[in-house]
């Protein structure tokens, strides 16, 4: 899948997830976006593994914080 | 207070505080991270354990480790006190977690629980700073109401910071319970799977 259309479909997921619009040239991290709390952490996690039919590792879960790094990981591939 | 509470849950539990718990304590709650919207700590662990003594001797405190249960490790801190009988209400706070942990969601379902089905409280309540939007966010997420700004409340050494307080009555704990526990089996289901992987 091509990196332009994974990070449309993570955004898909996040403006679902958030409830607000997110441009294409955005970048959200979790620190620095109000909405992102830890249950929000959550949906969106498991909401991107049903999207994708990926895994994300416990490791990831815990550490992917921005809307850029989750989408270059399920654009690499590395989540099982 | 010394107590024996341990409240069990899917992937963590509450146990109480213990002066070992010192290092930990210092560690979590002078994290660059975490330390923001905390009042300040020492780095000092002997100071600590000092304070922690003191604690123990004292009444109407349930300090708390969040504790992975398997395997073991410690993940964060919640404290539960302010309490008062009319309405039969506490309220909960110091809650710490480190970086990346996963534990939101059942640790503050696991205080609840021991608010309501432990402690026989009617209401539980939590003050949090206004700026700390994560925390207030997850506090809304989690279905619980905001019952009042408390202007110029916080005073952490420099400027006061605004409260909001969030309240839970023992009325809307069933619905806060199934957010709060869909959330922690899912976390559980992968935290318990990648441990037995490990």
Redesign the interface.
């Known amino acids: 899948m091509r990196h332009a259309e994974t990070a449309s479909r993570v955004r898909e997921v996040f403006q679902d997830v958030l409830g607000r619009n997110i441009s294409a040239d955005e970048d959200i991290a979790r620190a620095n976006e109000p909405k992102w709390d830890s249950l929000k952490h959550i949906e969106l996690m498991f909401a991107l593994e049903e999207k994708f039919g990926i895994a994300f590792s416990e490791e990831d879960l815990e550490n992917l914080a921005s809307l850029s790094a989750i989408v270059n990981r399920i654009a690499a591939g590395d989540a099982a | 207070m010394r107590h024996e509470l341990r409240i069990e849950g899917f992937a963590f539990r509450l146990r109480p505080v213990a002066l070992d718990d010192a290092q930990f304590i210092v560690d979590v709650r002078t994290h660059e991270q975490r330390s923001r919207y905390l009042h300040h700590t020492s780095r000092d662990v002997e100071e600590q354990t000092k304070w922690l003594k003191c604690y123990l001797e004292r009444e109407g405190e349930y300090y708390f480790v969040i504790e992975r249960r398997l395997p073991i490790r410690k993940e964060g801190l919640v404290v539960i006190n302010n309490f008062s009988d009319s309405p039969r209400s506490a309220e909960w706070g110091r809650w710490v977690l480190v970086p990346?942990?996963?534990a939101?969601?059942e640790s503050a379902l696991l205080v609840y629980r021991t608010a309501f089905d432990v402690l026989a409280l009617d209401e539980v309540f939590c003050r949090t700073i206004a700026e700390n939007?994560?925390?207030?966010?997850?506090h809304d997420?989690?279905g619980l109401l905001r019952r009042a700004v408390m202007e110029d409340y916080f005073d952490l050494g420099g400027p006061r910071y605004a409260a909001i307080e969030h309240v839970l009555t023992r009325e809307r704990w069933p619905v806060v319970s199934e957010?709060?526990t869909t959330?922690a089996l899912?976390?559980a289901r992968?935290?318990i799977t990648?441990d037995h992987i490990n």
């Open positions: 990346g942990s996963l939101a969601a939007s994560a925390v207030v966010s997850f997420s989690s957010t709060l959330h899912r976390v992968r935290v990648s």
